[in-house]
């Protein structure tokens, strides 16, 4: 734990925000600091000494009136004197002590958490122009090739046809201009493309798109996952190109999983999709199936299509996934990294809500599937 963050865990002893969990944190590394700690220098001024012991006690009595009040205000007060000197250096890898029980490393888990992601995503324009759409204010961002390129007001981006605008610059290849938006680790981003369909880019993927479609079809590069609500028009297909395969659709709704270090996943919800690729098979999906694509080749198989887009939904699900596959999708939702750990070949089923604190979702994976794991830093080892 940094400097900033016993500070903060202080200040919510202090004003009795601490969870339970927090509490319990400060008491057992209080007990690991009689027997480990060297001797401290106390603060040379009374006043200030005076003050810690006071907020201390009156922290106490108000919290817990029938608990040992020396025993919580020395914790207190020992955290302050240590954080004040520069002593403490809340690290197990430092202090010697490791969260053992299940309790104990959920209590760790808690004062160390990850929050969840959110909406945020850089939109890179024809001219190489960054814009970082969860900072930018709501309304126009950008025009360009006679498009209006608007942040709405559900934080949404939007292509709208500019009826003033001169005749477009063309800069791609093809003779049309370019946009690339790009989620990181720990966002989600909705874009309306200039066609009206609607495209939500999962944690860690990226989408590159014409801004203006030409007559003949409408064409994207997807890299990551995303779903897809494509608007129909029968005289020009969509379609979407990852490294392997083309999806392609007149109008319909599908979610696309290409991650680098993943099979492709490409699921259909409704509609009809043909999947081709320089080497694969042409097949045409019906909703409810779902093409892997593997080294091997394409396997089809029917599931809840539902649950392989739930993630656009705020949820985590996961049916007979393997730990190893569950940890990448916390990792790439919580900004994290995994430690190179060898982890046992079994498989997690649950359902999480994703707007939990990653330490909820390794409390519940190690109740399931009884592998634990901690959060150290930005990295998740197993315990």
């Known amino acids: 734990m940094t400097e900033k963050e016993v500070a903060e865990l202080l200040r919510k002893y202090r004003s009795g925000e601490c969870s339970p969990e927090e509490l ?6 209080y007990a690991d600091l009689e027997q480990n700690a060297p001797d401290l220098t106390y603060p040379h001024s009374a006043e200030a000494h005076e003050k810690v012991w006071q907020e201390a006690l009156a922290r106490h009595a108000l919290m817990h009136p029938k608990k040992n009040t020396a025993y ?4 207190a ?3 302050t004197i240590l954080l004040a000197t520069g002593i403490l250096y809340f690290n197990t890898g ?4 490791s969260p053992q029980s299940s309790e104990e490393l959920y209590a760790y888990n808690k004062v160390h958490d990850r929050l969840p992601g959110s909406s945020k995503a850089v939109l890179t324009l ?3 122009e960054e814009i970082l759409l969860n900072d930018s204010t709501k309304g126009t961002i950008a025009q360009q090739s006679g498009m209006i390129i608007t942040k709405n007001a559900k934080g949404q981006l939007t292509y709208t046809i500019d009826n003033h605008a001169p005749a477009a610059n063309s800069t791609g290849t093809d003779g049309k201009s370019y946009n690339t938006i790009r ?3 720990g966002g989600q981003y909705q874009v309306y493309l200039p066609d009206g369909s609607l495209v939500i880019l999962n944690a860690a993927s990226s989408l590159r798109y014409p801004v203006t479609f030409n007559s003949n079809n409408r064409s994207v590069e997807l890299s990551g996952e995303a779903y897809f609500e494509i608007t129909q028009d029968v005289r020009r297909p969509f379609l979407v190109v990852s490294s392997t395969q083309t999806v392609k659709v007149l109008g319909t709704h599908f979610n696309i999983s290409c991650y680098p270090d993943e099979n492709i996943k490409t699921t259909l919800a409704e509609g009809s999709i043909l999947l081709t690729g320089p080497h694969l ?7 409810g199936q779902q093409a892997i694509q593997t080294a091997s080749g394409l396997q089809v198989v ?3 299509a539902d649950e392989a887009s739930a993630w656009k939904d705020g949820l985590f699900i996961f049916r007979k996934t393997p730990v190893k596959t569950v940890l990448r999708q916390l990792c790439r939702w919580y900004d994290m990294e995994t430690a190179d750990i060898a982890l046992p070949d079994i498989t997690f089923d649950g359902e999480i809500p994703k707007d939990q604190p990653l330490s909820e979702l390794l409390n519940v994976i190690a109740e399931n599937s009884h592998v634990k794991f901690k959060i150290a830093g930005k990295k998740i080892i197993r315990q």
């Open 77 to 79: 007060a020992t955290i």
């Open 302 to 304: 029917t599931i809840d």
């Open 183 to 185: 989620t990181p680790n």
């Open 281 to 287: 098979p042409s097949k045409t999906l019906k909703p």
């Open 24 to 29: 319990a944190f400060m008491e057992r590394w």
């Open 94 to 97: 430092r202090s010697g002590h």
């Open 72 to 75: 919580i205000w020395a914790a």
């Open 126 to 128: 024809a001219n190489g």
